[in-house]
């Protein structure tokens, strides 16, 4: 059981990038898929989380109305859309599965059973 990022690259201050997290060895459905970044020296901190039962999905505040994740049914990935990207969004994004959570604990690293290897983004002119 895995997950794959893909799509990390340099974009220019205020450019979009289109992550996308796929599964292998388990489905999608009934999962839950965070997204989380760490930039060097500091912790990994949590960007957003979907519930793809449904569909629905929570934001941090410092990319809420920029970051969108969204499911790809043809590619079988779960999507991270960043739009105005900002030198602070530079780091490693990470795509985290798990089958149940508390929205409550989201943000926590340890509540997520699989991890992907990440992939760079970096927000630089």
């Known amino acids: 059981l895995q997950l794959v990022e893909s799509g990390g690259d340099l974009v220019q201050p205020g450019g979009s990038l289109r992550l996308a997290c796929a599964p292998s060895?388990?489905?999608?459905?009934?999962?839950?898929i965070g997204w989380f970044r760490q930039a060097p020296g500091k912790e990994r901190e949590a960007v957003s989380l979907m519930n793809c039962n449904d569909g629905s999905a929570v934001y941090a505040d410092s990319v809420k109305g920029r970051f969108t994740a969204s499911r790809d049914y043809a590619k079988n990935t779960v999507d991270l859309l960043m739009n105005n990207l900002k030198p602070e969004d530079t780091g490693v994004y990470f795509c985290?599965?798990?089958?149940?959570?508390?929205?409550?604990?989201?943000?926590?690293?340890?509540?997520?059973?699989?991890w992907g290897q990440g992939t760079q983004v970096t927000v630089s002119s």
């Open positions: 060895g388990f489905s999608l459905e009934n999962s839950f």
């Open positions: 985290a599965a798990k089958g149940t959570l508390s929205w409550g604990r989201w943000t926590i690293p340890s509540e997520y059973d699989y």
